[in-house]
């Protein structure tokens, strides 16, 4: 068993006492940060970071050299599931990500494998290796995979969509072609997060980024039960240790304590939502992660220590709370407005404990 030297990441996600608030953000690795845009230039493309362990590895660590985050987050994308099925991933630049050939026909789906992530997904489970040596037990390392149905937002689509026309079709027209894809997909991320567990990863989180976008009944049945298979489907246990698990719906406010109920041990929050109002729905079930507007990091270093303490105080005294933005943070980002970030729920939050 390996003892991690900083483990209030995984202390809060269990609801024990830690001295102070764990601090992570979503997309800590990215084009904010110039030595990322370097490193990326050197790889040629996003992909090709992703599919290099040696650069994957370089780009995670690169946050923690500046900043003292809590934890790290192999640096990957959620879309490496759709591309390992043979879907054919790229990034055309400014449009964000696209599918060669997205799923139109039934056969299409039929087709539709789970694929082996010791095969298909090496990379990403070298990566995990790779970066669990280089962070030498300072912090956690959190895996990470897409939800079923955000996945299939992508595969139907076939890249970004603003109204999941083509989805939302399916999903009312043949509800059972739907429910096939989201199948392969559960299993597919059963799969490849058990995976990376046995690799390393600490703690798992799972990013429902489109769940939000359905209606009441569609969310429960196309998103939330495929969410609950995958916890229940999970390694609890790795090396000695338990491995939490996150879920993340992004406008899932008006869901927690459905969502609360499926077995996850965090939850993560959006900015549109109080956090104490969340707290007294479902605090005693579950920890909870987030939730400061990314935004309020464009505004200089008074604001956001004012901004960050809001946050703590709604959330309030004790364990359970795991510090981070509401959602990925922004590539107009100041680099030094992370740093006020940290240190500030560090300092700030040392009285709510
Ligand atoms: O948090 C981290 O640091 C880990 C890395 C991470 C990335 N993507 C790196 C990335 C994680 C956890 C993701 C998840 C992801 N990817 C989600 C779910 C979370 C969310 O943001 O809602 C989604 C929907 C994707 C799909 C995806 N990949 C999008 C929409 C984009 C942005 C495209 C754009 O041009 O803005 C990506 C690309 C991506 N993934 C980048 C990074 C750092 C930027 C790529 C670049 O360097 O050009």
Same mark, same amino acid.
């Given at each position: 068993?390996?003892? /991690?030297?900083?483990?209030?990441?995984?202390?809060?996600?269990?609801?024990?006492?830690?001295?102070?608030?764990?601090?992570? !953000?979503?997309?800590? #690795?990215?084009?904010?940060?110039?030595?990322?845009?370097?490193t990326r230039a050197r790889a040629g493309n996003f992909l090709g970071l992703c599919?290099?362990?040696? &650069?994957?590895?370089?780009?995670?660590?690169?946050?923690?050299?500046? &900043?003292?985050?809590?934890?790290? +987050? !192999? =640096?990957?994308?959620? /879309?490496?599931?759709?591309?390992?099925?043979?879907?054919?991933? &790229? =990034?055309?630049?400014?449009?964000?990500?696209? =599918?060669?050939?997205? /799923?139109?026909?039934?056969?299409? +789906?039929?087709? %539709?494998r789970v694929p082996d992530p010791s095969v298909h997904l090496r990379y990403v489970i070298d990566a995990v290796s790779q970066i669990r040596r280089a962070l030498a037990d300072e912090v956690p390392l959190i895996g990470f *995979?897409?939800?079923p149905f955000t996945l299939a937002c992508y595969m139907i689509e076939g890249g970004a969509s603003a109204d999941f026309r083509l989805v939302k079709t399916m999903l009312y027209q043949q509800p059972a072609l739907l429910h096939h894809i989201l199948d392969i997909n559960?299993? #597919?991320?059963?799969? &490849? /997060?058990?995976?990376?567990?046995?690799?390393?990863?600490? #703690?798992?989180m799972i990013f429902d980024t489109w769940g939000g976008a359905l209606a009441d009944a569609a969310y429960r049945e196309f998103s939330l039960a495929y969410l609950q298979r995958i916890i229940a489907g999970l390694k609890r246990?790795?090396?000695?240790?338990?491995?939490? *698990?996150?879920?993340?719906?992004?406008?899932?406010? @008006? $869901? @927690?304590?459905?969502?609360? #109920?499926?077995?996850?041990?965090? !939850?993560? %929050?959006? $900015?549109?939502v109080n956090i104490g109002a969340a707290r007294r729905r479902v605090g005693d079930r579950v920890a909870l992660q987030g939730n400061l507007d990314p935004a309020v990091l464009f505004a200089e270093p008074a604001i956001i220590r004012g901004q960050v303490q809001q946050v703590l105080d709604a959330y309030g005294h004790g364990s359970g709370h795991i510090f981070n933005l509401g959602h990925g943070i922004s590539q107009f980002t100041p680099p030094e407005h992370v740093a006020t970030l940290v240190d500030a729920v560090h300092e700030l939050s040392r009285a709510h404990h």
């Open positions: 068993m390996t003892k /991690l030297k900083n483990d209030t990441l995984i202390r809060a996600l269990l609801r024990q006492p830690t001295p102070y608030t764990p601090v992570w !953000v979503m997309r800590q #690795a990215g084009r904010y940060l110039p030595e990322y845009n370097q599919k290099n362990p040696d &650069y994957a590895t370089e780009v995670t660590m690169q946050p923690l050299a500046r &900043y003292a985050l809590d934890a790290a +987050i !192999v =640096f990957s994308d959620i /879309l490496t599931i759709p591309d390992a099925m043979g879907l054919g991933l &790229y =990034f055309a630049d400014g449009e964000g990500p696209k =599918f060669e050939r997205p /799923l139109r026909e039934e056969w299409e +789906i039929r087709n %539709l *995979s897409g939800s559960s299993r #597919a991320v059963i799969d &490849y /997060l058990n995976a990376q567990i046995e690799a390393g990863a600490q #703690a798992v246990e790795h090396d000695g240790a338990i491995i939490p *698990s996150i879920v993340f719906t992004k406008g899932g406010g @008006l $869901w @927690l304590e459905d969502i609360a #109920a499926i077995g996850c041990d965090g !939850v993560g %929050l959006d $900015w549109t």
